[in-house]
Every structure is written in structure tokens, then in C-alpha cells.
């Protein structure tokens, strides 16, 4: 018990070192679990357009992403309506 | 790709002025952008009057004295030449002889540096105590 | 030159990505596993510092790949702006945010590492000043892309923006040698050899490495997620228009 005692202490420096590895660790871990899940929530959303449409829809997007890389209103002048 | 070329002409040319650039307002800052003089740099160019600033170098070996509870005189060295500082208030837990030192204050009438804050500057090797203890055992240690 | 047209192909990276990402990931798990482990529990503690130094094995980690990946920014926002490569600039766009988190993990981690060694939490030594301005450019591009709407615009923006940032690695990198600072010289890139003893120099490589695949990893879920959801907005703009 001591011993676990003396090693969370860290000499006297515990308020210096643990802060600073939660922070660094917690920062790490949140950024994966907000990017995952606004992954799961666009795919989600990608699924549903596409189902509404699906051959139309996904023939324009991709090509819509492929000649300009960006989905805004200067990539659909290239699309034929 | 001519269109190509010529993009990658102007992004080249851009940074290449803007190093320059850079260089030259860094080049013109020079002595402003100084975080501390050592005690050579105050001898030759003087103190700064009714200003304060920093003073930094290395706490000459034997030199500090506790004087009172919390009031400490010390000297600071940058091999060439050296400063005397006096200072009332905690010590940071890196200070100690031989090592670097950043003292914040003015100068005083009789030339005493009277500090306000003393922060410590560690050096750039990292050790275990054990490898400190065999060092100076063996005689290879040269700080303290 | 075709080979590299593949990859500017957003399906081509979705498909090379997903192969790659499981081992990224599971490497990230193992080097910052073993580094947490080695930092915390084998390394010594310092001989003046004595455990405070411990913040090192998470600060200096912090530090390098926020500059690392300033300067991946960088070069692919170079990228886009010559060849237009439309993967480039999801990659400048996704580091940012990564980038900007490891600047402020290491300002936070060395102010919490200041304080009982040199006695301040912040000082505007040289050091702290050119990573703090990283900070603000990093934060300026994240606001940049958010607020310019158009694709193109904002891509172009956003990279002139980085191009004109990156003067300022080689300040920070230099800034303790050009000028008096509170920081010491860098102790493990140096002529010599590292300064610093192999049971210390093991813990901060492997979480160095670590942080970088961590970084890898994590640019992958995100460039994902802006390839779906560019395309998931194309896909709105189509819609309303019928």
C-alpha cells in the first residue's frame, strides 16, 4: 500500500505529473472518439441520400468528387442535368 | 503542364521571399527578441536605467549566501564575467550552484542586481541519480 | 507521374486506407502502450528533477509531431496548390485540428513542467513565443476553412495560409540556439549524440513513434470522414436543385 501511495506522490510533483498525462492521453482518446463518431453519423447520411437515388445520385457524386475533389456549385457545371 | 510549372513556380518564388523576408525582420529584432543578457552583455552595453530586465548565466560555485529566512545573495557568471545578485523570496527547486540561472530585476547604486523573480534553466542533459553519483566518483563530473 | 494521379483519386484512398488502418491503429496501441508503461513505471527518475521530469516523455512527443505535422500540412497544401490533387487538400484540412491538439497538449504539459523547475508557468522566452504563434496559425486555418464556404476558395485560402505559416518552423526549431532562452538546447538532435541516458531516450521514442502513428491513424478517420461528408453535401446542392 505504501509503495502505491509513494509512487502516485511522484515525489511530491503528483499535482504537476498526473494533470499533464491525463490532459495529454484524455486530449488523444477524445479527438478518435468525436472523429468516429461524426464519421459513423456522414457515412449514415451518405447511405440515406444515396438510397433515395442510387444510380443517379451516386454517378454525379462521384464525379462531382473526382474532377474538383470538392462538392461545391463549380463542380456541378461539369454534370449534365 | 505548363500550368503546372508555372503554379509551381509562384509557390516556390513565395516562399523564397517570404524566407527572406523573414530573415530580414528577424535580422533587424535581433537584440529585442533576447530573453535574458549575461553579465559580459550589461558591462558592455550598461544597465538599463529605471528599467527593469533579466540577467542570466550560471550561479558562481561557493557564491550563495542566505543572509536571512528567505533573503539570498548569489553570484551569477558567464565565465567571463560575473554579477551579484540579491534576492528575497523562494528559490525554484532547480536552483542550485553551477547551474543556469534567469534573475529579473535592476541594478542598484552600488551595481548589485536586486531580483524580483529568479527563475532556474535546466541544461540539456537528462541522468539517474545513480549515473550522476558514478560520474563524480570517477572524477568526469563537472557540475556540481 | 501516373502513379501519383492514382492517389489524388479519393476511391483509391478510401480503398488503400481501409488496408493500411487496422495495423496503424494496432501499432499506435502497442508504442503508446509500451511508452506509457516505460515513462511511468521503468524509466528513473531524473537526478535534479526527480519525477516532475517525467512530463518530458509527453511534452517533447507533443512538441515534435505538432511541428511534424505542421509541416505535413504544409507540403500538402503545396501539393494541392500545383497539381490540384483533391486528396492533398483533404489531408492539409484533416491535420489541422490533430496539429493544433498536440501544440496545446505540449504548452499545457510544459507549463505544468515549468513551474516546479524553473519556477513560472509561462514565460515569453523565445521557445514558448514561435509555439504559441503555431497556435494561432493553426487555429486561424481551422477558421479559415470553416468560414469560405466555396471548395475551391477555401482550399486555396487555407494553403496560402500554411505555405506562409511554415516560416515559422524553422524559428521554432532554431529559436533556442539563435536567441537567449529559459529552454535548453535540444538534448537527443545534436551533434555529439543525444544527452540523455538510454533507459530515458527508450520511453520518449517510443511515445514519439507512437504519437505519430497515433497521427496517422487518426488522419485516416478523418480524411474519410471529409471525403463522405463533401460528398454527402454535393449530394444536398443536387437534391435541392432536383
Given at each position: ?81 | 503542364m505548363t500550368r503546372k510549372r508555372q503554379r509551381m513556380i509562384y509557390v516556390v518564388a513565395g ?130 | ?77 503545396a501539393t494541392w496548390l500545383i497539381w490540384k490533387h ?70 486555396k485560402?487555407?494553403a496560402i ?82
Open positions: 500500500m505504501d509503495a502505491i501511495s509513494d509512487y502516485l506522490a511522484m515525489g511530491g510533483f503528483a499535482a504537476y505529473v498526473w494533470p499533464a498525462y491525463v490532459i495529454t492521453v484524455g486530449a488523444m482518446v477524445g479527438m478518435i472518439v468525436v472523429t468516429l463518431r461524426d464519421l459513423r453519423r456522414d457515412r449514415k447520411a451518405l447511405a440515406e441520400l444515396e438510397a433515395q437515388n442510387p444510380m443517379r445520385n451516386a454517378r454525379r457524386a462521384a464525379r462531382a468528387t473526382q474532377t474538383t475533389g470538392i462538392a461545391g456549385p463549380e463542380g456541378d457545371d461539369r454534370i449534365d442535368p | 516562399m523564397v521571399a517570404l524566407g527572406f523576408a523573414t530573415g530580414l525582420v528577424l535580422f533587424s529584432l535581433g537584440d529585442n527578441l533576447v530573453f535574458f543578457y549575461s553579465p559580459t552583455d550589461v558591462l558592455q552595453k550598461g544597465a538599463p536605467a529605471n528599467r527593469t530586465f533579466r540577467i542570466g548565466g550560471l550561479v558562481e560555485m561557493g557564491s550563495v549566501e542566505h543572509v536571512a529566512a528567505d533573503q539570498v545573495r548569489f553570484v551569477v557568471t558567464d565565465t567571463a564575467n560575473t554579477m551579484k545578485v540579491s534576492y528575497q523570496g523562494v528559490l525554484p527547486s532547480l536552483f542550485r550552484e553551477g547551474q543556469g540561472v534567469v534573475a529579473e530585476g535592476r541594478v542598484d547604486a552600488a551595481g548589485v542586481f536586486v531580483a524580483q523573480q529568479v527563475l532556474a534553466k535546466h541544461d540539456e542533459t537528462y541522468m539517474p541519480p545513480e549515473v550522476v553519483d558514478a560520474l563524480k566518483k570517477s572524477g568526469e563530473w563537472r557540475g556540481n | 507521374m501516373a502513379g501519383l494521379h492514382r492517389f489524388a483519386n479519393p476511391g483509391t484512398f478510401v480503398r488503400i486506407s481501409a488496408k493500411v488502418l487496422p495495423w496503424l491503429a494496432g501499432l499506435t496501441a502497442i508504442l503508446i502502450g509500451v511508452g506509457l508503461y516505460q515513462a511511468l513505471l521503468v524509466a528513473p527518475p531524473e537526478a535534479y528533477q526527480g519525477n516532475v521530469a517525467r512530463i518530458m516523455y509527453l511534452h517533447v512527443p507533443s512538441a515534435w509531431n505538432a511541428m511534424m505535422i505542421y509541416g505535413a500540412m504544409a507540403v500538402a497544401s483533391p486528396v492533398a487538400d483533404v489531408a492539409a484540412q484533416a491535420s489541422a485540428p490533430i496539429g493544433a491538439m498536440f501544440t496545446l497538449t505540449a504548452l499545457l504539459t510544459g507549463s505544468l513542467w515549468g513551474k516546479p523547475t524553473w519556477g513560472t508557468f509561462w514565460v515569453w522566452d523565445a521557445r514558448i513565443t514561435s509555439v504559441t504563434i503555431m497556435l494561432f496559425i493553426y487555429f486561424g486555418y481551422i477558421a479559415l476553412r470553416a468560414a469560405i464556404e466555396d471548395g475551391e476558395r477555401s482550399a485560402a487555407g495560409l500554411a505555405l506562409v505559416g511554415s516560416v515559422n518552423l524553422p524559428i521554432i526549431h532554431y529559436s533556442v540556439v539563435w536567441w537567449n532562452t529559459l529552454h535548453q538546447p535540444a538534448s537527443v538532435l545534436r551533434a555529439g549524440g543525444p544527452a540523455i541516458v538510454a533507459s530515458m531516450l527508450v520511453p520518449l521514442l517510443l511515445l514519439a513513434c507512437g504519437f505519430t502513428t497515433y497521427y496517422l491513424t487518426l488522419l485516416i478517420w478523418r480524411m474519410q470522414r471529409e471525403i463522405v461528408g463533401r460528398r454527402v453535401r454535393s449530394l444536398r446542392v443536387l437534391q435541392a436543385q432536383g
